[in-house]
């Protein structure tokens, strides 16, 4: 089993910055193939926001292109997400998840708030 525990959320202005942290725990983090960070807001459906695997193949969500930067540090069992550029429409709860290819394992999350 793996746990996954999110850091560096919080309340931020339109325009500003902020990076998520998640860091994997438990037995054998190092065999996660994949890594990633989910947003969901209020009434809407859960959608991906960037990913990355144990190949360093990485993918984001077409809304947060060019604004958001995801890489791990494989010592420290933890993946980041840089997040530039914040607007008021990426308010949401983002959750870190994480696969070994046998089972997906997800964090509590960790709210974002944007205020225009």
């Known amino acids: 089993q793996v746990q996954l525990v999110e850091y560096g959320g919080g309340s931020v202005q339109s325009g500003g910055s902020l990076r998520l942290s998640c860091i994997a725990s438990g037995s054998s983090p190092s065999n996660l193939n994949y890594m990633g960070w989910f947003r969901q807001a209020p009434g809407k459906q859960r959608e991906l926001v960037a990913s990355i695997t144990n190949t360093d193949q990485i993918g984001y969500g077409e809304d947060v292109m060019g604004r958001f930067s995801i890489w791990k540090d494989n010592t420290r069992n933890t993946v980041y997400l840089r997040m530039n550029n914040l607007r008021h429409d990426d308010t949401a709860l983002y959750t870190c998840?994480?696969?070994?290819?046998?089972?997906?394992?997800w964090g509590q999350g960790s709210l974002v708030t944007v205020s225009s």
């Open positions: 998840t994480a696969s070994d290819g046998a089972k997906t394992f």
